[in-house]
């Protein structure tokens, strides 16, 4: 089991987990939200059986009234004079084109090239580098409204670069900052449900981030909670995390909020599917109200439409592709092996040579043991 699985079968064998009031005060790993699943990891980040069923307990009421905040600017584009030229008919076209369905109040056109961006040369380099001939289409139309300083929501489908649709106008928006303080906590800040996708986004962020001096700390469940606090209150501009470390940390004082402007909500649908809408949702709450949100999901359901009324103001939403496909470009191939048998190894067997020679291949295992003898 996955600790998505163990998640689901907790959630199966006990249906009223999480209904009622929360344990209080837990200052331990990163939970399973709302839902009550507490997923420890030993030394190796594998996860252990859970017993124990702490609750991280939301952040605490905050009045930011009280508190000071100083302005920030969140305007960074000027559109392109080949983009200003487009006629609101090209506009349509274009959305046609890239499969874009936008609404919200005024959102910006879409581009074309990377040029329109207005990003400068350090950023250029470093997507040159990266050999990306374009922008994706979610690219071309959320980057627009981020450097605007727009609140979004940005549907489509896993692979569509949506990572960098919200990483490259956050370097933007930071760089326009005073630097860091000793003390002062992250610009921005984005929220993923896994570990393992906090560190795919904490790898493209570094990329991108290196070589402006940009730091970028990546805090999850299961990770050395000492490492992770040192890194924070070293200080970072920019933190990926799972949203019960996170919370873990600002209850710690390792880090704080007061200077975060920019908050990124990635794969939402996935964080409420593991439950941790309530810590989500207080971390909302936590940063000042007038940051600027981008919010990303493969799905646009109920829940995650009510949660982006809630923390968004006057969103763009951007529709990529068609909602809930897989990627069209990969074939799905499914083998059912019954359990306990060898058909599966001698299958495999009988298939390695070909996969590794037509391209690379990827095994998932249950556990660290089941690596090792593999
Ligand atoms: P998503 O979050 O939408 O699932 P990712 O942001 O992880 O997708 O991007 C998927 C892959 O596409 C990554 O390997 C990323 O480096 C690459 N990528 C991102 N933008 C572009 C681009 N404009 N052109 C080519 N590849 C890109
Ligand atoms: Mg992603």
Redesign the pocket.
Known sequence: EDDEESYYRFMKENPNAGVGVLAAGSDDEDLVGGGGVHTEYDDDGNPLPSNAKKLIDPLPMIYHSEINYAPFERNFYTEHAEIKALSSAAVVDLRRRLNLRVSGPSPPKPVTS?AHFGFDEVLMRA?RK???????P??AQAIPAALSGRDLIGI??????????FIWPLLVHILDQPALAPGDGPIGVILAPTRELSQ??YA?AKRFAKPYGITVVCAYGGGSKYEQSQDLEAGAEIVVATPGRMIDFVKAKATNFLRTTYLVL??ADRMFDMGFEVQVRSICNHVRPDRQTLM?S?TFKKRIEKLARDVLTDPIRIVQGEIGDANADITQDVHVFRSGSSEKWDWLLANLVGFTSSGSLLIFVTKKANAVEL
């Open positions: 990377f997507i990266l050999e990306y001939t374009q922008p994706t979610i690219q489509a489908k896993t692979g569509s670069g949506k990572t960098a649709a795919q986004i493209e990635d794969e990303f493969a």
